[in-house]
């Protein structure tokens, strides 16, 4: 019975940590400043998958603090597809939706249609309370559209987190360029103003690598009590370089990577030190000749099949290599 009592207590106490790691932050900005990466993208339903993009969708959930009451808005960088950023096919025909979404359902933790991982339309679930198609507009070309004001009580309430939930979806509704864009959750409309305490993840990242060889980006999933090991699968990474998993624990391992338009896949194995911390998986780009407008994309599950989220804001933190302590046992006295 103590035994039981005393493993119920370290639970308890990372259950605390957690949650006051993550009231803590303030990760606005979609794709987060720590991970180096210049924007999202989705490509037009017409495109090809060789492009980069695996389903032409991809949702992000945002969590704002249930303490937080005031409006907010859900800006979105460079909504249109046409112009300096986007990545154009023969010529710029694509119209993209965003759609936001609020209230019953759209929780992923109590609903998991609400992931977008399964097939079918089955992730479109909660209320809808705005949404905008953009095509060839060059009046939204490297400016912020701002959806709301919107109330943080029309969220899907999540007491784990003490937090509301909300989520965007971008969609290729038509044509096959690619849509590059970048949210920032404010409390302004006209302004990135952060809301302490937000945060916002995915399960299914779909990222523009930088036309660099220098920059390193990064994508940080967190590592939840009960893990022993994740399977990551990357998508179309074009055989660009390497990608390596750092944590607390591991110094810097490979993984399998993919080459064009195919997924490649392994286990990982999750060790103590690891839990109840982010990873930080870092995409090193080949040196060389040059891969340009290099599209990926990262799923992660555990041992168990489900799926594993990336925060914008890593909880507790970039994690950094700790070189291994060895402990020597103390030798009782005579």
């Excluded at 993208?41 to 937080?68: C, E, M, N, R």
Aim: hydrophobic share 35%; glycine share 8%.
């Amino acid at each position: 019975m103590k035994l039981r009592k005393s493993k119920y207590k370290i639970l308890l106490l990372i259950a605390f940590l957690v949650f006051s790691f993550f009231t803590r932050l303030s990760g606005q900005p979609v794709p987060g400043k720590d991970e180096n990466i210049p924007f999202l993208v989705t490509f037009g339903k017409d495109g090809l998958t060789s492009w980069g993009d695996a389903d032409f969708f991809q949702i992000f959930f945002f969590s704002i603090p249930k303490d937080y009451t005031k409006p907010f808005y859900i800006r979105v960088f460079d909504p249109d597809c046409g112009g300096e950023n986007d990545e154009i096919q023969g010529e710029f025909n694509t119209k993209t939706k965003f759609s936001v979404y609020g209230g019953r359902g759209v929780d992923p933790e109590k609903n998991e249609e609400s992931r977008g991982l399964l097939k079918g339309e089955n992730y479109k679930t909660g209320n809808l309370l705005a949404s905008k198609i953009f095509g060839n507009e060059a009046k939204y070309d490297n400016k912020y559209y701002s959806f709301g004001p919107f109330n943080p009580a029309e969220g899907d309430f999540n007491v784990k987190w003490n937090s509301n939930m909300f989520k965007i979806l971008c969609e290729g509704i038509s044509g096959d360029d690619g849509n590059l864009y970048r949210y920032f959750l404010s409390s302004d409309p006209d302004n990135n103003i952060p809301i302490e305490g937000a945060n916002a993840f995915t399960y299914a990242y779909h990222f523009r690598m930088w036309n660099d060889f220098k920059s390193v980006s990064h994508i940080y999933p967190y590592v939840d009590t009960g893990v022993v090991y994740i399977k990551q699968r990357n998508f179309d990474w074009d055989n660009d370089g390497s990608i390596l998993v750092v944590s607390r624990y591991k110094q810097g391992i490979s993984v399998p990577v993919s080459n064009e338009d195919n997924w490649s896949e392994s286990n990982i194995p999750i060790e103590p030190p690891e839990v109840g911390s982010s990873l930080d998986f870092q995409f090193h780009k080949r040196q060389g000749v040059l891969v340009k407008n290099n599209n990926v994309v990262m799923t992660l599950q555990n041992q168990r099949g489900d799926a594993v989220k990336f925060f914008s804001s890593p909880i507790g933190g970039v994690p950094m290599y700790q070189p291994k302590m060895v402990v020597e046992k103390v030798k009782p006295k005579k």
